[in-house]
């Protein structure tokens, strides 16, 4: 844009001149700003005809002109953010942005939060890192998950704080009698965000896409056929029944995206613009749920917020605060909830050919070691775990202190940062037992395959749990690489035949209590120790209303509003 272009110059002028009265001349201005002689005359009238510097020139041959700049360059960035930011012009605002990253987050911070601008209720969010690519079959962060969820339907969908599936791209569903054959009954007039219309056909290609990625294959292992009987109507057929199917299909592996654009999908929002410093959403106008109140969602990215904020902004990544600067005093917690989610301590027992003696020790160390209460305090966004879901005990671990650990073992530890704590923290308790640990830090925060796993005896990892926690844990174990790393091939042919009977359990009490079981018998085998659950927190300003958090600890975007601006 051209006055981008001309805060650009400006900004040159201003870092030779300041705000001091000097004495130039045109060529010399024109050679500081890379332009003839005449277009720089044009421009000093420009600049002096909008008040950003005086310029008095002399008459006769070498004589000097007088010019001083008369407004910061900081100062022009923050009238000219707030003018585009009131048009809804976001991509000007991003521009005008990135000519100052230093200062980004101080140019930002007044326009964070909730907002009326252009009559459209508009919420901004600082955040502190960038953010990956929105592509379903690829995303590994929380924040992303989040928002794919946001931008993609599924046949199902789970709304906040109810665990059992409801339709969404789908009206209904009917499942046979014997459980084999599922029909999902599509809804009339979907559209995609581009506007263009939704068909069956589309979700038939996406499915299939879908049943051929590694990452979301497991979800579909049991599907015999996928077929369209009918222009409104997907058949599913099993080979053997499977009654978490509608739970599955709501789930991120199973989100529905344009079988020929990954990133276009159906959800209540639209992805309009993706840059380094900017995530817009914008409101899809044609979503066939109820729409939300908000019409615009920013992320506006700032990388260095985390580490130099003092305002509690960004404290941690299971901590949010809505708001601009000035908010912050006033903003408070709206809503506060323990993860269902946790972060775990794996033994893999396939490498490590550690005793059953051995592992009861190392656990039994790694609980009543005081590791996990010192981080606890430290951190204060955590909690040590007492249980894997609410009603599914951790069970106690006791073994002969004076049984050798072995020699030597290798830990591999993704973020977070606390499980890095907890890695140093383990190899100090260890080193007192005679036992080397060697610590490699993995920047993925999802294992990517079994590879990664096989060269480790210990794994520190978080798992996500969504709005489903029973159904979450089941397609964790089909689903997370971690399981094909760290079981041997007798006890993952077992484990499928115990997902395969329990799938087919009808009654939910039922088919919750023998997964139970068998998470329990996990737990007692030693393979899998949950450590810690976040304590995950929203705080806004008393004007934001509507938050709610979901499982995974964001709020969820189509329940929040403003309440309009008054004059």
Known sequence: MRIIHRL????????????????????????????????????????????????????????????????SPDTLRATYLQVFLEQGDSQAALELAQLAPDRLQALLNPHMGGQWQADSPILRIPYYRTLEPLNPLTATGRAEQHLIYTLHAGLTRFNTGDPQPKPDLAHHWQVSDDGLTWRFFLRSQLRW???????????????????????????????LTITLPHALCLQFTLYQPDYWLAHRLADLPCRLFHPDHPLLGAGPFKLATFEQHLVRLEQHEFYHLQHPYLEIIEYWITPNLME?????????PVRITIGQEEDFPLARPVQRSMSLGFCYLAINQHRSD????????????????????????????????????????????????DSPLPAHLILIYQPPMELKSVAEQLKTVLAAQGCILEIRASDDKQ?????????????LADHLVGESPEAAMESWLRLDPLWRGILSPLQREQQQNTLAHIQQIELAPERFRQLRE??????LSGLILPLFNYQYQVNAPPRINGVTLTAYGWFDFSQAWLPPTTT
Request: hydrophobic share 35%; aromatic share 6%.
């Open 447 to 459: 294992w990517k395959d079994a590879r990664q796993i096989e060269n480790a005896d210990l794994l």
């Open 354 to 401: 550690m005793t059953s003696q051995q592992i009861a020790k190392l656990l039994m160390l790694v609980q009543t070691s005081g590791i996990l209460e010192e981080l606890s305090i430290r951190r204060g966004v955590i909690t040590p775990s007492n249980e894997m879901l609410p009603g599914w005990p951790i069970p106690q671990f006791k073994a002969d202190e």
């Open 518 to 523: 068998h998470y329990n018998n996990l737990m």
């Open 308 to 316: 130099h904020s003092a305002d509690g902004s960004c404290q941690h």
């Open 8 to 71: 650009t110059q400006y900004q040159r002028l201003y870092q030779k001149f300041g705000d001091n009265l000097a004495a130039t001349t045109v060529g010399e201005v024109a050679g500081l700003l890379f332009c003839s002689e005449r277009h720089a005359r044009t421009l000093i009238q420009q600049l002096q005809a909008n008040d950003w510097l005086s310029w008095h020139s002399q008459v006769g041959r070498g004589k000097r002109a007088q010019l001083q700049c008369l407004k």
């Open 193 to 223: 965000h581009n506007g263009e219309r939704l068909h069956g056909q589309q979700l038939l290609q996406t499915l299939m896409l879908l049943r051929g990625n590694a990452r979301s294959q497991p979800s579909f292992a049991n599907i």
